[in-house]
């Protein structure tokens, strides 16, 4: 959209665009959720008051500046040590039931959810890993 035809205008009166229909409350957006348009990504989620839909929060973001933003976060946590030291190649396993649960946590790994991964170790395999560390 063109800041002419959006700027002043009530939200009925804007051009017709997937971000009007989420700003005029169509039923298919009711929960939150985000797309991007060309090079910016919209964030949109309800306001509800006292269980009625009163209107949407739109944010709008240049998906460079995300970008940049994440390389900072990313750079700060590499400063204070906050990454990870190893990788699910480097569990050393024979079973299948650690191969299905290494599996699983492979797919919320690519959550923004901490996985942790517990269970007994063999002495043998311990004695490997207290000589690799």
């Known amino acids: 959209m063109k800041a002419v035809d959006v700027i002043g205008k009530k939200v009925?009166?804007?051009p017709n665009s997937k971000i009007s229909t989420i700003l005029k409350g169509d039923e298919t957006y009711t929960s939150k959720g985000n797309f991007t348009l060309q090079n910016i990504n919209i964030t949109y989620e309800p306001v509800i008051f006292e269980g009625n839909r009163i209107g949407t929060v739109v944010t709008s973001r240049e998906v460079s500046k995300i970008q940049q933003l994440e390389?900072?976060?990313?750079?700060?946590?590499?400063?204070?040590?906050?990454v990870a030291k190893y990788t699910f190649n480097d569990i050393i396993y024979q079973s299948q039931a650690l191969n299905d649960a290494i599996h699983l946590a492979?797919?919320?790994?690519?959550?923004?959810?901490?996985?942790?991964i517990i269970g007994e170790i063999p002495q043998h395999i311990q004695t490997r890993l207290l000589r690799i560390l």
């Open 106 to 116: 492979n797919e919320y790994a690519n959550t923004d959810s901490t996985v942790l």
């Open 71 to 82: 390389t900072k976060i990313r750079r700060e946590l590499h400063t204070k040590g906050l």
């Open 12 to 14: 009925k009166e804007l």
